[in-house]
T-cell receptor, first 112, second 116 residues
Framework: DQQVKQNSPSLSVQEGRISILNCDYTNSMFDYFLWYKKYPAEGPTFLISISSIKDKNEDGRFTVFLNKSAKHLSLHIVPSQPGDSAVYFCAARTEYGNKLVFGAGTILRVKS | DTGVSQNPRHKITKRGQNVTFRCDPISEHNRLYWYRQTLGQGPEFLTYFQNEAQLEKSRLLSDRFSAERPKGSFSTLEIQRTEQGDSAMYLC??????????????FGEGSRLTVL
């Protein structure tokens, strides 16, 4: 069963505009949510996280929003840059903090 | 500070052969994870160690798969009698449990397995 879902396989955005990547989850016991970025032939790298007790976390151009009632989170990138083109994975930490569960990823392409 | 290192980066083998992957985690990290990623999917959890103890195994980890972490340092993942369905990217990650509340994992670049 897919506990973390990213329903948009790909997203194309113009340079300088906002990119919004979405993620839905089913397990209300997840306590942290993370976003990872992955370039081809590299491992995923951590981008930003949010605790389940918060509704927003911001780091530079990246902001993550959490809506617990809807079991939905989103990553906003403003302004988008061509170097942001990558696959973005949403991940959630299981209760007891033992492991991360990942979504299928969204391919972001930022056009210059 | 060197990151997580995985070897080999790419392995091509024939069906039925055994393969072994090695992972060297970030040196002070006490937790080590193995994930598998196939095309169009996110990383799927296989197993994890805390120091030398293997604490959890996914049901994805059939009895042809075995992982070890002797002495709590590097880890190996062996796949016996490989099948074409084993073709995937095998990712290793490490973390220092208790240090970072987010549960952030640091990933290696992966070992890509192709079974012919």
């Amino acid at each position: 069963d897919q506990q973390v879902k990213q329903n948009s396989p790909s997203l194309s955005v113009q340079e300088g505009r906002i990119s919004i990547l979405n993620c839905d989850y089913t397990n209300s016991m997840f306590d942290y949510f993370l976003w990872y970025k992955k370039y081809p032939a590299e491992g995923p790298t951590f981008l930003i996280s949010i605790s389940s007790i918060k509704d927003k976390n911001e780091d530079g151009r990246f902001t993550v929003f959490l809506n617990k009632s809807a079991k939905h989170l989103s990553l906003h990138i403003v302004p988008s840059q061509p170097g942001d083109s990558a696959v973005y994975f949403c991940a959630a930490r299981t209760e007891y903090g033992n492991k991360l569960v990942f979504g299928a990823g969204t391919i972001l392409r930022v056009k210059s | 500070d060197t990151g997580v290192s995985q070897n080999p980066r790419h392995k091509i083998t024939k069906r039925g052969q055994n393969v072994t992957f090695r992972c060297d985690p970030i040196s002070e990290h006490n937790r080590l994870y193995w994930y598998r990623q196939t095309l169009g999917q996110g990383p799927e959890f296989l197993t994890y160690f805390q120091n030398e103890a293997q604490l959890e195994k996914s049901r994805l980890l059939s009895d042809r798969f075995s992982a070890e972490r002797p002495k709590g340092s590097f880890s190996t993942l062996e796949i016996q009698r490989t099948e074409q369905g084993d073709s995937a990217m095998y990712l290793c990650a490490s973390s220092l449990f208790g240090k970072r509340p987010t549960g952030e994992l640091f990933f290696g670049e992966g070992s890509r397995l192709t079974v012919l």
